[in-house]
């Protein structure tokens, strides 16, 4: 018994050397939190006492999270709140905004895209246009996160914009109504009479053309349709064009590669301490005969470049166009536990099979190491983009007009019939086309 009153005394002697021994880092640790954060607390108390008016709410406390935020990278931000549940309603295939995708450049936020038929398409806003303001409040230093939240609102209230475009001296101004956006997200070559999507570009050489706009829940189903549509015609060649489409969902990515390969990597996720998960295909589900070739550009990003690189890396597809975005990031909503509000945070990267990053971050932005390279590259000019969305443009006018939008169709220019583009016009197209054809 006086072995074990020993034996007892020593265990607790070690625990009280170890939490001594423990103490003085715990105690630095907790003098530089406080150290930081000291000069949020003396503004904040100096800002009730000075103020003009008196602060009876938590703005300052707010404001300080979303700049915090909004230091780490354009993607990452703070959901107080009263924005909580607009926010949850957001990637959905319907809300109320202009219909447009950020991403981040120089500091400012830059179009990647508008969607198809949206108000901001029909507004006349372009891939490539920088957002001077919105609404009057300057968009400098606000990540995309936040311009994304001054974008949506009230149905029928307006956006006002002052964008900045590379061919323009002068900034322009343009007023967009926020509008329901809905998201058809698959889409033909041309509409046929009854209204459907015709997906045989090229009859005789039975040459398939699927267009994604974006990566939504349905996505991934509406594109098994038009592919199972396909088969049924034997095609034995595919054009996917990812161009101007600004990504979205993952999973929906994931399911569209995955009908081109077998079980394989399809697409990693790596963190900072190199923690990743993969995904992979599922075996029996591919289209092993089918020749692909896929159409992207600066404005294919996220999801899309997924999609492309992962085929590229296995050799599956061609690549045909111009280098996309460079956006490979994942955000994680994880909500607080000391309040009703949520942080977006960007957690890890997405990584090829080839081992390639997408992502174009402050250390590779200078190299060639970031997007997707095409294997066959064709540069557009700014001319030649424009007519390419004037023309899809004119296609879905009965689904703009249905939306209770006024566009003046002499904007559109002569681009091709109310029911097909022109592929003579569209470089990039017709590049693919050739490939496809010459077996």
């Not at 404001?63 to 959905?92: K, Q, T």
């Not at 999973?251 to 900072?272: G, L, Y």
């Not at 250390?363 to 983009?385: C, F, T, Y």
């Amino acid at each position: 018994m006086q072995r074990k009153h020993r034996y007892t005394w020593a265990v607790v002697v070690v625990i009280i050397i170890l939490m001594f021994w423990r103490l003085p880092p715990m105690v630095a640790r907790q003098d530089s939190m406080l150290n930081t954060y000291r000069i949020l607390v003396e503004v904040d108390a100096l800002a009730r006492q000075r103020f003009v008016e008196r602060i009876v709410d938590d703005r300052l406390v707010d404001g300080a999270v979303h700049g915090m935020m909004r230091r780490l990278d354009p993607y990452s931000g703070y959901i107080g709140p009263d924005e909580l549940e607009a926010f949850e309603r957001r990637g959905s295939e319907e809300y109320f905004g202009i219909g447009v995708e950020i991403g981040m450049r120089g500091g400012r936020p830059v179009v990647i895209t508008p969607l198809d038929a949206s108000p901001a398409a029909m507004a006349g806003v372009r891939p490539g246009d920088v957002i001077i303001s919105v609404n009057e409040t300057d968009t400098e230093g606000l990540s995309a996160f936040d311009l994304g939240e001054l974008l949506q609102g009230h149905e029928g209230a307006p956006v006002h914009l002052t964008i900045q475009r590379n061919n323009s001296v002068d900034p322009i101004a343009l007023s967009v109504p926020r509008r329901s956006v809905k998201t058809q997200t698959v889409r033909g070559f041309r509409k046929t009479q009854d209204g459907a999507w015709d997906y045989l570009i090229d009859p005789t050489s039975r040459l398939g053309y699927v267009r994604v706009s974006s990566f939504h829940k349905s996505t991934a189903s509406a594109f098994d349709q038009a592919i199972a549509e396909l088969e049924r015609k034997e095609i034995v060649g595919l054009v996917l064009d990812l161009r101007f489409d600004p990504g979205g969902l993952i999973d929906q990515a994931i399911h569209m590669v995955d009908r081109f390969i077998e079980d394989d990597v399809i697409v990693s996720t790596i963190t900072r301490r190199n923690v990743f998960d993969e995904y992979r295909g599922t075996p029996g589900q591919s289209l092993a005969d089918c020749k692909l070739v896929i159409l992207i550009n600066g404005a294919s990003a996220s999801a899309a470049e997924i999609v492309a690189g992962a085929l590229q890396d296995y050799e599956r597809a061609t690549i045909v166009g111009e280098r996309s975005f460079g956006k490979g990031s994942v955000q994680g909503l994880i909500y607080l536990k000391t309040a009703d509000a949520a942080v977006k945070i960007t957690h890890a990267y997405y990584r090829l099979p080839s081992g390639r990053v997408i992502h174009r971050t402050a250390a590779n932005r200078h190299s060639d190491s970031w997007g997707i390279q095409p294997d066959v590259e064709i540069l557009l000019s700014d001319e030649e983009k424009s007519a390419i969305q004037k023309s899809r443009l004119r296609v879905d006018l009965p689904q703009a007009m249905a939306g209770g939008e006024r566009l003046d169709e002499s904007s559109l220019g002569d681009s091709g019939s109310s029911a097909t583009p022109q592929v003579i016009s569209d470089r990039q197209l017709a590049k693919a086309l050739a490939l496809l054809q010459s077996g």
